[in-house]
């Protein structure tokens, strides 16, 4: 590439659509502004502090700003190869396909753009692998595909891992990242979600297998309300924006300035619903101490 | 019917009634024997009724599920139930009033009630928070429900709400985490657990207490992921075509018994369950009972095992 193209390469800004009227009530899907912050040129800006980097270098670096330590949205693949040994994971229910049942406006076209823009079939990637050798199920959400809403499918990878891990009596990680809740699409199919997958982590909790729940940016609505806050242990990536109720929702209802710093991670942490926040840096290593920690790979 | 609240759609009928009712006064006093003029004007009225109420759009039905003389939780209670005793507090941060919970008698067997109450003016309904419950109230549930287990009570858990409140303290008192809770205990609690959705089925706030082995609707009652304004604001940016996004989303009783959702539909009177509160308590309560009858014959163990069957049903996906 000669010089000059280099530098014409436009730095990724971070797109914020006008807000709209205030949806009153039913406020489980959350339509955030759409971050689509995953870097794919050749430099990337840091949403955090501005700074342009050599994509390269945010990559070895796990997508996080070398300057700030700004967390970048990474897709479900990225996080996988992040989190696992090398080649070890091995994914399961590959074939399950979302549907129309309702004949929504638009929704088969949304969903081909996803499965075409993020090369996923759904905004879930369940499966098997090891971490430092220790073998375990995990599932990954990926917050680009239609903003990691949870609907029919999604519901099912998630209770089918579930029981995979209560019939192999394996340790389990998901990592959540779903902004969009519950799928509006698929109506209250995808509310019913919520309470299948809840219901799965039941018997997995009464069977005294470990369910270990990251939350990463964004993680709200119907999977914040189901399957993320069910952890044995509740881990979140810094920075990310976490809750129930989206918050444009919440401040056009009461008409009140947010505090700032509302949803964060640390505002979870302080909360009592998370029991830590770890560097992405750090995040494999701590997985597999608790893992550890839990009789898994040999304790110790 | 005098109730001074008219639906757009209802207003030719409440028109006709009040002419009835006028020309009826006006016979009493006069002394008039005027039956066969009113006769014809009532099977008029009747008619009327019928095509009106009978051919209602999605969102008219909502306007029904959400009229403010929509029969309330302690309405039903007392008409369903005997010696309602209310239980408060979530014993940890403090009583919600907006969900309501106690031990009351169905037919000569203890049970345990829940369910959200709306107000009924605006001064009560302040008091109430419009019957939008914060994670307290979801806790306070769950409280009672894992005492009705302790007690081997089945529970009934009549559910009325527009959504989970969006609010800073419900968001710093873990709202998210207080559902998930529910959802997930409530899926192994061993008695009998019936829901019923009264009026509005409100999303994560109408599930958090929607967990059980029977799931019924009254006919006019919706259940929906996301309100018809939230939907049509997100759709089409507009919320005004909320009538629109209710057709959209497929959520009225017909629809989510063809889903599987729940088991059955409770009829509302002619006109919805505010026209006739204790004909429409009469019809819950034939329904409840009934299933009670059946539930109660099966071991706690095989309800868990059953009420997972039906949650793992839900969904529809096909395959690569």
Not at chain 1, 229 to 242: F, M, V, Y
Not at chain 2, 172 to 194: D, F, K, T
Request: one cysteine or more.
């Amino acid at each position: 590439m000669p010089l000059k193209e280099l530098f014409n390469t436009k730095p990724k800004y971070v797109t914020i659509k006008p807000p709209t009227p205030a949806p009153p009530g039913g406020v489980e899907t959350v339509e955030r502004p759409e971050k689509k912050e995953i870097p794919d040129g050749l430099w990337t800006k840091c949403g955090g502090c501005g700074q342009t980097i050599y994509t390269k270098d945010l990559a070895k670096n796990l997508f996080v700003c070398p300057r700030c330590d700004h967390h970048f949205r990474i897709g479900a693949r990225e996080r996988i190869n992040q989190l696992l040994d090398e080649g070890s994971f091995s994914e399961l229910f590959a074939d399950l396909r979302s549907v129309d049942p309702l004949g929504f406006p638009d929704y088969p076209a949304k969903l081909k753009r996803a499965q075409q823009e993020s090369g996923l079939s759904e905004a879930i990637l369940v499966g098997t692998g090891k971490l430092e050798g220790i073998p375990l199920g995990l599932g990954v959400m990926d917050a680009n595909f239609m903003m990691g809403s949870m609907g029919s499918v999604v519901g099912e990878k998630v209770t089918r891992l579930i029981e995979y891990c209560l019939e192999t009596r394996l340790p389990l990680v998901i990592v959540a990242a779903g902004g969009g809740g519950a799928r509006m699409q698929e109506g209250v199919l995808s509310l019913m979600q919520m309470a299948k997958t809840s219901a799965a982590l039941g018997r997995l909790g009464l069977a005294g297998i470990l369910y270990i729940s990251v939350l990463t940016d964004p993680t709200m609505g119907g999977v914040f309300a189901s399957f993320a806050t069910l952890g044995d242990i509740i881990i979140c990536e810094p920075g990310a924006l976490l809750g129930f109720t989206g918050p444009r929702v919440i401040q056009q209802t009461i008409r009140q300035t947010l505090p700032p710093g509302f949803q964060s991670s640390k505002f979870q942490l302080e909360h009592g619903l998370a029991d830590m926040i770890v560097h992405r840096r750090e995040l494999r290593s701590t997985i597999a101490r608790l893992l550890r920690f839990h009789h898994y790979g040999g304790g110790a | 019917m005098g109730n001074g609240y008219t639906l757009e759609f209802e207003k030719k009928l409440v028109e006709l009634e009040k002419k009835i009712e006028e020309l009826k006064r006006y016979a009493e006093e006069k002394g008039l024997d005027m039956a066969e003029e009113i006769a014809p004007l009532e099977r008029r009225a009747q008619e009327l009724a019928r095509e009106i109420y009978s051919h209602l759009e999605p969102w008219q039905r909502v306007l029904i599920a959400r009229h403010p003389k929509r029969p309330t939780f302690l309405e039903l209670v007392s008409f369903i139930f005997q010696d309602f005793l209310e239980l408060h507090g979530d014993r940890n941060f403090r009583d919600d009033p907006a969900m309501v919970g106690g031990l009351a008698w169905l037919d000569g067997r203890a049970v345990t009630v829940i369910g959200e109450q709306k107000g009924r003016d605006t001064k009560e309904n302040l008091a109430r928070n419009f019957g939008l419950p914060h994670p307290e109230g979801y806790r306070k549930a769950l409280r009672l429900m894992q005492q009705a287990a302790k007690f081997g009570r089945p529970i009934i858990s009549f559910i009325d709400v527009v959504g989970a409140y969006p609010g800073i303290e419900a968001e710093e008192r873990g709202q998210g985490e207080a559902i998930a809770r529910n959802l997930r205990e409530m899926s192994i609690l061993p008695v009998p657990i019936i829901a019923v959705i009264t009026g509005e089925g409100g999303s994560g706030g109408a599930l958090a207490t929607g967990v059980g082995d029977r799931l019924y609707m009254l006919e006019h009652a919706y259940y929906s992921v996301i309100s018809p304004e939230g939907c049509a604001s997100i759709l089409w940016k507009d919320a005004t075509k909320a009538p629109e996004a209710a057709k959209a989303l497929k959520f009225n009783a017909e629809d989510l018994l063809a889903f599987g959702v729940i088991d059955g539909i409770i009829p509302e009177p002619l006109g919805g369950a505010h026209r006739d509160p204790a004909q429409t308590a009469a019809n819950i309560k034939r329904t409840i009972v009934a299933a009670l009858e059946e539930l109660v014959k099966i071991p706690g163990s095989m309800l868990v095992e059953e009420r997972y069957r039906r949650l793992r049903r839900l969904g529809v996906y096909g395959t690569s």
